[in-house]
Nanobody
Framework: VQLQASGGGLVQAGGSLRLSCAAS????????MGWFRQAPGKEREFLGA????????IYADSVKGRFTVSRDNAKNTVYLQMNSLKPEDTAVYYC???????????????WGQGTLVTVSS
């Protein structure tokens, strides 16, 4: 396994969760890291991405101001801090690794297995 996402679970609306994604060193050190999600019956949606040094982050409008992507290069781990969660945030969340900061899923070469986040109203 090269990317391992964790931290999903059940949370009430308005609550917070932090997802983690641990990557193998060979992938993590060379790559941009991104977060996506996919709700039942919907397409995979870009959430945010961070460059190798952590100096650049981009976000989807739907989560800007609520979600924060960060990384700890010493731990080969990227995080997604999610605040003010809403029922519509319910989805399987995926981390991904790529070589450029992009919003399209096709730009990412490696994917984790996903972790389920359920937000109750």
């Amino acid at each position: 396994v090269q990317l391992q996402a964790s931290g999903g679970g059940l949370v009430q609306a308005g609550g917070s969760l932090r997802l983690s994604c641990a990557a193998s060193g060979s992938i993590f050190s060379l790559n941009v890291m991104g977060w996506f999600r996919q709700a039942p019956g919907k397409e995979r949606e870009f959430l945010g991405a961070i460059n190798r040094s952590g100096s650049l982050t981009i976000y989807a409008d739907s989560v800007k101001g609520r979600f924060t992507v960060s990384r700890d290069n010493a731990k080969n781990t990227v995080y997604l801090q999610m605040n003010s969660l809403k029922p519509e945030d319910t989805a399987v969340y995926y981390c991904a690794a790529g070589t450029v900061v992009r919003v399209t899923a096709s730009a990412y070469n490696y994917w984790g297995q996903g972790t389920l986040v359920t937000v109750s109203s």
